[in-house]
C-alpha cells in the first residue's frame, strides 16, 4: 500500500499552460515536501510545508498543504520547457526519522 | 549542493559477486540515508544512519548491509549482488537534523547482470 499516493503519474502540456499536481494520502503527516529530479541527478528539495492549509510560491510554482494535513498540492502557472522533470512528494509523520515518498508525476513541458 | 558524493557514478557487476557503494559528505550532518529507485516503486528507503556506528533498517533493506565508522562516510554492501538490485542507488543527508530537509547526492547507477 502507497503510503502517498501522486497524480497524474504522467503528464505532458504545452508552453504556456497551467497545471497542478496532487499528493494525497489517508494518513496525518507533520510535515510534506515537494522535490523535483532531472534525468541522471538526485532529487532537489523545493519546498516544505508543515502547518495545515499552508501555502508557499516559489515564482510561477505554488505549494499547499491541506487543512487536514493530509493532502498537498503543486501548482505551477505558464509552465516553461525548464520545468521538465520528475516532480516527487514525501512527507513525514510523527516522530519517525523516515521520510516516505510518492512515486511521483513526470511533466514534460513542450515548446 | 550539500557537499555529498557518491562514488562509484555507474557499476556493472555479475550476481553473486560482492559490491560496495560510498557515500562521502563535507558537513559533518549526522542523519545518512540510502534509497533505491526503481520504475513504478519511487524512491524507498534501504537503511540509515543518525550517527557513527548507529544505523537502522528502511523499508527494503534485505540483502543490504550498512556501515558508518566516520561522521563523513557511509558505506551500503550488496554482500552478493542479484539482478532484483540493479537500480539506481541515491545517498542522503538531513540538515540540522531535520528528517524532512533531506539532500540527494547524484545518485550511482548499478547493474547486476
Known amino acids: 500500500t502507497q503510503l502517498l499516493e501522486q497524480s497524474p503519474q504522467f503528464l505532458s502540456i504545452q508552453e504556456g499552460e497551467n497545471l497542478t499536481v496532487y499528493c494525497n494520502s489517508s494518513s496525518v503527516f507533520s510535515s510534506l515536501q515537494w522535490y523535483r529530479q532531472e534525468p541522471g541527478e538526485g532529487p532537489v528539495l523545493l519546498v516544505t510545508v508543515v502547518t495545515g492549509g499552508e501555502v508557499k510560491k516559489l515564482k510561477r510554482l505554488t505549494f499547499q498543504f491541506g487543512d487536514a494535513r493530509k493532502d498537498s498540492s503543486l501548482h505551477i502557472t505558464a509552465a516553461q520547457p525548464g520545468d521538465t522533470g520528475l516532480y516527487l512528494c514525501a512527507g513525514t509523520q510523527g516522530g519517525s526519522e523516515k521520510l516516505v515518498f510518492g512515486k511521483g508525476t513526470k511533466l514534460t513541458v513542450n515548446p | 549542493d550539500a557537499g555529498i558524493t557518491q562514488s562509484p557514478r555507474h557499476k556493472v557487476t555479475e550476481t553473486g559477486t560482492p559490491v560496495t557503494l560510498r557515500c562521502h559528505q563535507t558537513e559533518n550532518h549526522r542523519y545518512m540515508y540510502w534509497y533505491r529507485q526503481d520504475p513504478g516503486h519511487g524512491l524507498r528507503l534501504i537503511h540509515y544512519s543518525y550517527g557513527v556506528k548507529d544505523t537502522d533498517k528502511g523499508e527494503v533493506s534485505d540483502g543490504y548491509s550498512v556501515s558508518r565508522s566516520k561522521t563523513e562516510d557511509f558505506l551500503l554492501t550488496l554482500e552478493s549482488a542479484t539482478s532484483s538490485q540493479t537500480s539506481v542507488y541515491f545517498c542522503?543527508?538531513?540538515?540540522?537534523?531535520?528528517?524532512?530537509?533531506?539532500?540527494f547526492g547524484p545518485g550511482t547507477r548499478l547493474l547486476v547482470l
Open positions: 542522503a543527508i538531513s540538515v540540522r537534523d531535520r528528517v524532512e530537509t533531506q539532500y
